[in-house]
């Protein structure tokens, strides 16, 4: 077995390779050219296996490595870098290590994706940028109408009877012209979201237990529910609901040293698409019955917007129970006779209730 450790970049890749015993065999860096790249990997024969660290970029390279080894390895960077902990760095440094921590099967791995879920994904991916972008250009002309003044009654302002309306106030010549060129963009970017959903749409999706079991979530419909599966792909490679929690990027950050503890923002090394998500269906799911205590109860002490990540996280948890069970959601029955294990999803305790805390409900 060899191991080659791939150091990418944008415009050239370092690699190193070692055979069993740790030898090295060569170190080269080659330009990012499909066929150049296979020149040198088919110098060596017999079985192959490569690493390569999760890049901006790493889509294409792992897609032609899998074509050319036997096994090919996605490793975390920031993991890698904890565990070589290099006093120097270099590319020749990194693919050396690379191809070392391989060896000796310490790499520590992120999932790869079959390629077709990868193509919906991006897909969907594409959508949740484009509803990013309208929302901004939507917030650009609330900015407009707050600098003249101006309050509006509508509940939605970019409907056709608010479109009118906005195209009908008397502004200043520079606002008009802004204005009307942001009502335009919203309407073709709109028109951009029809399109990319119906080609999501015309593709094999999997219509599984999973996806309904997704939909029957407050805040969640069928794309939101596709989003998250294939974000998940399969919540097997989840250890724990924590693990689940912190990949969503909805754990806080903490920081320990003896008895003094520190809880910051938000982990910055998460899956950012699925965090959108549960957070855009935390708006809704505040207001279910099954979700609204966890809000309220944060909003007396945090506020609203920390209330709202309270809610995505305890639907992150459900998600993860729901998904790992096979479960249906259990929100739907009535919350107030029926109670559950504080993790949000877990098995159901009998309904009872001792003489002194029903005394204590009674006064």
Not at 96 to 119: F, Q, W
Not at 131 to 139: D, E, H, L
Not at 284 to 311: D, M, Q, S
Not at 338 to 346: N, Q, Y
């Amino acid at each position: 077995m060899l191991y080659f450790g791939c150091d990418l970049h944008k415009k050239s890749t370092t690699f190193t390779v070692k055979d069993e015993s740790g030898k090295k065999l060569s170190q080269e860096k080659v330009v990012n050219i499909p066929h150049e790249i296979k020149q040198y990997v088919n110098r060596f024969p017999g079985e192959k296996t490569a690493t390569v660290e999760a890049t901006f970029n790493w889509f294409w390279f792992v897609d032609l490595m899998e074509d050319l080894t036997e096994k090919t390895i996605l490793a975390h960077p920031g993991k890698t870098k904890a565990i070589l902990q290099a006093r120097a760095k270099t590319d020749k440094i990194d693919s050396s290590g690379l191809a070392e921590l391989t060896r000796v099967n310490l790499i520590p791995r992120v999932h790869i994706p079959p390629k077709e879920i990868r193509d919906i994904r991006e897909l969907l991916r594409y959508r949740t940028g484009l509803v990013r972008y309208r929302t901004s250009v939507k917030n650009k002309t609330h900015s407009i109408l707050h600098k003249n003044g101006i309050l509006n009654t509508f509940s939605d302002l970019f409907s056709e009877k608010g479109k009118q309306w906005l195209c009908e106030i008397p502004l200043r010549p520079c606002y008009k012209y802004i204005l009307s060129a942001y009502i335009d963009l919203i309407q073709f970017i709109n028109n951009l979201i029809s399109q990319v959903e119906k080609e999501i749409y015309s593709k094999p999706l999997k219509h599984d237990k999973e996806i309904m079991l997704l939909r029957e979530l407050p805040g969640i419909g069928e794309l939101f529910a596709f989003h998250i599966k294939y974000e998940i792909v399969t919540i097997d490679r989840f250890y724990g609901d924590k693990h689940f929690v912190s990949y969503a990027g909805l754990a806080p950050s903490t920081k320990q040293s003896a008895e003094l503890t520190r809880h910051g923002g938000l982990i910055p090394q998460c899956n950012h698409w699925l965090k959108w998500v549960l957070i855009e269906a935390a708006q809704h799911a505040r207001r279910h019955p099954w979700f609204r205590p966890t809000y309220e109860r944060v909003l007396l002490r945090h506020g609203k917007n920390i209330a709202k990540i309270a809610v995505a996280r305890k639907l992150a948890r459900v998600i993860y129970f729901m998904l790992s069970r096979k479960e249906k959601f259990r929100g739907h029955k009535e919350t107030s006779t029926k109670r559950v294990s504080p993790r949000g999803h877990g098995p159901q305790r009998p309904n009872s209730l001792n003489e002194s805390t029903v005394t204590r409900a009674n006064r």
